[in-house]
């Protein structure tokens, strides 16, 4: 008796938030998705951001000669840290869209998924934040150069090259972004939920 | 219909009391890993702040001139100034210091008022003050490897060997500030585990 009855309250309770919750869940879903998506372009753009420039060369034998130099992103282990920090989060980001898709279907017992979601969303800022940060100093060097430790800017020569590295960079801050947005709502729910049932 | 409006009040009144007794038992437990934690936080950061904005080495160097002249004296300094990524540093870590001591105030009084609402907004931004703090940290770090190590692709050549103090205290304020925004991470996963452990209990209550 005292459990039906608990039941049917609760029932009640639930009705009324449940569009806001099921929009809350959408709007979940689909910032997961977009953060695939944002990743994923992050990691094409570093990987394709090889440039070669024809450089003026002076040989002992040869004389003048110009020589093709490769400018990569695996040059500077930001960069390699930055793509892995990406691919990790692009992983976590398919995997935790379709928790979040599945979960949605039954949002009934779904506060210790948010919990987990809620972890996980922290340490993955927490990564694409720090590679974010690498990969933004160690370009804004190859920007702008610095002259008291005589380290010659690049840009000015690998134009493309620092094109796509600024992409990937600025995508990789959309991620970071998106990422403390989803600890948001994973916080917010939790929140939300606790301040229906006491508080 | 009389029911089911009747019956939450009824719940209420059950459950308040033993409700309250463990939320406030709960939060006294928290109470102390937050304060810790946001202590740590604070005197990490303010360390890692003090130990960048206080780094300078001055080298001096004797060249010869020539077989009858004195050699001449090459003085140089290495600040943290000199470098934007450091700058960045300093000020992310006066920022994330200054966060820590208002936020640990801003707790304090909350938990004494009983305040539930200010402990989700603070969740919230602890999380953001950590991103920030660790791109800071993420910037040091990948300039402070290639002053350590160079890079022979871009012809950035190594400095580190001619200033060995003012790197290894760089070094040090970057790892210590590392340390500090794990705290924050922990801090972050504390908060929402209390929440989600705050929220089991009050379910266990109501049903």
């Known amino acids: 008796m005292g459990s039906a009855t608990a039941a049917e309250v609760s029932e009640v309770a639930e009705r009324a938030p449940r569009e806001k919750k099921r929009g809350c869940f959408l709007a979940d879903a689909a910032l997961r998705v977009l953060l695939v998506a944002v990743t994923v372009a992050s990691v094409a753009v570093l990987v394709t951001s ?24 695996t040059h500077s282990p930001a960069f390699i840290y930055l793509l892995a920090a990406m691919s990790v989060t692009c992983l976590y980001s398919i995997v935790s869209a379709l928790a979040s898709l599945l979960s949605s279907c039954k949002p009934a017992g779904s506060a210790a998924a948010l919990l987990t979601f809620a972890y996980f969303d922290v340490l993955a800022l927490g ?73 | 219909m009389e029911n089911n409006s009747k019956l939450p009040k009824s719940m209420d009144v059950v459950g308040t009391g033993t409700m309250e007794a463990a939320i406030s038992k709960g939060q006294r437990r928290v109470h102390h890993g937050e304060v810790v934690l946001r202590l740590m936080g604070f005197v990490l950061t303010i360390m890692g702040a003090i130990l960048v904005g206080f780094d300078r080495q001055t080298r001096t ?21 000199y ?20 936020s640990l105030a801003f707790y304090l009084m909350a938990s004494r008022d009983g305040k539930c609402s200010l402990s989700h907004v603070l969740i919230v931004t ?24 160079g890079n022979s692709h871009l012809q950035w050549h190594r ?39 705050k929220l089991n209990h009050s379910h266990v209550v109501a049903t």
């Not at chain 1, 190859?142 to 990937?168: M, P, S």
């Not at chain 2, 060997?161 to 972050?188: E, R």
Request: with cysteine.
């Open chain 1, 50 to 73: 090889k440039q070669t420039k024809l450089v003026q060369a002076t040989l002992p034998v040869l004389g003048t000669v110009m020589v093709p130099i490769d400018a990569k992103f």
């Open chain 1, 127 to 199: 990564i694409v934040a720090s590679a974010t940060g690498a990969a933004g100093g160690v370009a804004y060097i190859g920007l702008k150069g610095n002259k008291h430790v005589r380290w010659e800017k690049i840009c000015n020569n690998y134009d493309t090259f620092c094109q796509h590295v600024g992409g990937a960079i600025a995508l990789s801050l959309a991620a970071a972004v998106i990422l403390s947005i989803l600890c948001h709502l994973s916080i917010f729910a939790l929140y939300s939920k606790l301040r229906r049932s006491s508080c």
């Open chain 2, 61 to 81: 160097w004797l060249l010869e001139a020539g077989a009858n002249l004195p050699p001449l004296e090459l003085q140089i300094t290495a600040k943290y100034q």
């Open chain 2, 83 to 102: 470098m934007s990524t450091m700058v960045f540093f300093v000020i992310a870590n006066a920022i994330v210091c200054t966060y820590a001591a208002v």
């Open chain 2, 126 to 149: 602890d999380a953001l003050i950590m991103g920030f703090l660790l791109s800071a940290d993420g910037a040091a770090a990948a300039v402070g490897i290639i002053g350590r190590d």
């Open chain 2, 159 to 197: 400095v580190c060997y001619m200033f060995n103090k003012f790197c290894n205290q760089g070094a040090a304020a970057v790892v210590l500030s590392t340390l500090g925004s794990v705290c924050l991470l922990l801090l972050v996963a504390l908060s929402a585990s209390n929440l989600h452990k």
